[in-house]
């Protein structure tokens, strides 16, 4: 089982990225997914989950509106696109699958 994240990078506030994590090794298409942060010196924060067929998306009140997950079945990939970027959004993000495996994140920073 493995999954990677990639796409992160230093970006102004106001600005967008979008984070890719490129799952194998399990079903992809059975899971949901989730994209879950942590902050310098903060604890892990959850983001987003998306059901498995991806026609269900869940945010945290600090990305609502601001942050859209999807998922492509036939790539077994998962993505999170970010606009309006703040800097509280500063953090390793991370994805996860359902059954408890994670990757090894991807950092995001915003910083004028």
């Known amino acids: 089982v493995q999954l990677v994240e990639s796409g992160g990078g230093l970006v102004q506030p106001g600005g967008s990225l979008r984070l890719s994590c490129a799952a194998s090794g399990f079903a992809f298409r059975d899971y949901y997914m989730s994209w879950v942060r942590q902050a310098p010196g903060k604890g892990l924060e959850w983001v987003s989950e998306i059901n498995s067929g991806g026609g269900s998306t869940y945010y945290a009140d600090s990305v609502k509106g601001r942050f859209t997950a999807s998922r492509d079945n036939a790539k077994n990939t998962l993505y999170l696109q970010m606009n309006s970027l703040k800097p509280e959004d500063t953090a390793l993000y991370y994805c996860?699958?359902?059954?408890?495996?994670w990757g090894q994140g991807t950092q995001v920073t915003v910083s004028s």
């Open positions: 996860a699958a359902s059954h408890g495996s």
